[in-house]
């Protein structure tokens, strides 16, 4: 017999709007992420900035709101001096993080450009492994100052007479981490962060502050990290960061999609952690979380381990995603929907090559990975209003989880266009299972689309040759007085659309 799902829903039982910034993305200087992926001056589709147009297009179409640049770890030990001015006059580096040659012949101002040309904000993220404030300042006052002081005229200078008004700062990157340069310890951070802050806000009242978190659930000093550091930071952040990569490390399918419960434990944490704090400085404002890494990242772990050091662009981090990778990529948005009130940042990490949506041949073409489109479907279809769903699923156990239900769903209501979308997951690896959606209170809906992305084969991947894993139309419902039936087939993501037509 066919396993059956229920879920019910109200328009009214609102969690949050949707901050659209939830579907971000990040661009690090690492791999071919930068060159060789977005900027490629000498391919045939390179515009006249060096932009790969090929790119610019799949990362449109993804509708990405905001990119963190330009690290992650190589941001540790970043001048971003170097990366400024007469392209002739930048060093090249030894870049420590990721033991390669940085060229320096991209960096803030270009990645300014990039960001305009794919209609995307930008969230910038500071040195503070070997620098500090001084540095930091003076970078918001490069960026974000008009003119008449050194570093606001050094950009005008450099041809970029209007600031960029970069309004989102991340205060450095896993500074907990023992393979960061210059890792501190929660009170050492605590106290750095505090006071560039402080300083930067001085520079630009206007900008928005990330402190660090923890660099994943994993880590030895978690919660204590985020106790600590909030003691520090609570005043002057805006939010707290949170990171965490998976991988199906012993090929065990079931649990690596049950995963999510373990990001869902992590982000509670986090919350309960924020608000000890909140009540402990009887402060008014409440912490909200920016998750700013996530995805899944293992499957370039070998390759990486025999790379030689000291290339420039080398192949780094270069994931070839799989059907199943796309399906925990689909439940991690779905439970980033769930936590619409507290994550109102998040960032695919990273966009292009390195463990990315969108992969490019060096001189050639580019194409879409699985997890491309998951990515695409939350940021396209979910904005709006994240709606409270009551569910019952049938569950099962794994090696690490229990009670994980087989299905999950996350609901998205825009009410002025008076659309519905539905999220849909079957993590059941060899059922189809059938889930009842009760959506009373929307009368005079009809089902516009089913999109559904599945394959027989859950190891199956995409390549610039062949597109095995793609969405696909399903009219495996029927939507009779609000009552709406989907058969959700084994091993799927789903996005059910639904519209008001009388
Ligand atoms: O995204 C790859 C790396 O993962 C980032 O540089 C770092 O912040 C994290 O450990």
């Avoid at 995603?321 to 940042?345: C, P, Q, S, W």
Wanted: proline share 4%; net charge negative.
């Amino acid at each position: 017999m066919t396993k059956q799902a229920n879920v019910m829903l109200d328009k009214r039982a609102v969690i949050a709007n949707i901050d659209e910034r939830i579907y971000g993305s990040f661009i690090e200087h690492m791999g071919r992420a930068v060159y060789g992926g977005i900027y490629e001056p000498d391919h045939p589709e390179a515009d006249e900035q060096g932009f790969r147009k090929d790119v610019l297009e799949l990362v449109k179409d993804l509708q990405v709101p905001i990119i963190r640049y330009p690290g992650g770890n190589m941001v540790s030990a970043y001048n971003w001096e170097d990366g400024v001015g007469p392209k002739e006059d930048r060093p090249r580096r030894l870049e420590l993080a990721w033991q390669v040659i940085e060229t320096n012949q991209f960096g803030t101002n270009e990645f300014a450009d990039f960001a305009k040309k794919t209609n995307s904000d930008v969230m910038m993220a500071i040195n503070l492994g070997t620098r500090g404030i001084d540095a930091a300042r003076n970078l918001v006052e490069y960026c974000n100052h008009p003119s008449g002081s050194y570093w606001s005229d050094l950009r005008r200078s450099h041809g970029y007479e209007a600031p960029h008004k970069f309004k989102t700062w991340c205060l450095g990157n896993e500074m907990d981490g023992d393979w960061q340069i210059g890792q501190k310890t929660a009170v050492e951070y605590g106290r750095l962060a505090a006071e560039s802050g402080k300083a930067m806000r001085q520079v630009d009242p206007d900008i928005e502050l990330v402190t660090c978190g923890s660099s994943g659930s994993g880590m030895p000093t978690f919660p204590e990290w985020e106790a600590v550091t909030l003691e520090h930071t609570y005043d002057v952040a805006d939010y707290i960061s949170l990171h965490q990569y998976f991988g199906n490390r012993d090929n065990d399918s079931q649990n690596y999609l049950a995963s999510t419960m373990e990001l869902e434990h992590f982000i509670n944490t986090v919350r309960s952690v924020c608000d000890y704090l909140k009540a402990k400085k009887r402060s008014k404002k409440t912490m909200m979380l920016s998750f700013d890494e996530w995805n899944v990242w293992y499957h370039s772990n070998e390759a990486d381990e025999k790379l030689e050091r000291w290339q420039q662009a080398p192949p780094q981090l270069e994931d070839r995603y799989n059907m199943e990778d796309a399906l925990l990529v689909g439940g991690i948005l779905i439970t980033f929907l769930k936590h619409a009130d507290r994550i109102k940042m998040a960032c695919l990490a990273q966009l292009v090559n390195v463990i990315a949506p969108i992969v490019t041949e060096n001189g050639g073409g580019s194409w879409k990975q699985t997890i491309y489109y998951p990515y695409m479907h939350a940021s396209v279809f979910g904005r709006g209003k994240s709606l409270h769903t009551v569910s019952a699923s049938p569950k099962f156990d794994t090696k690490d989880f229990t009670d994980v239900p087989h299905t999950d769903s996350a609901v998205v209501y825009r009410e002025e266009e008076e659309e519905v979308t539905i999220f849909a997951l079957n993590r059941h690896t060899e059922e189809d299972i059938r889930v009842h959606y009760a959506l009373h209170d929307f009368e005079g809906y009809e089902v516009e689309e089913h999109i559904t992305l599945h394959h027989e084969d859950l190891k199956a991947g995409n390549s610039l040759a062949q597109e095995n894993v793609k969405p696909a139309l399903s009219q495996a419902h029927t939507w009779e007085e609000q009552e709406l039936q989907v058969e959700l087939k084994h091993a799927s993501w789903n996005v059910i659309r639904l519209k008001r037509r009388t």
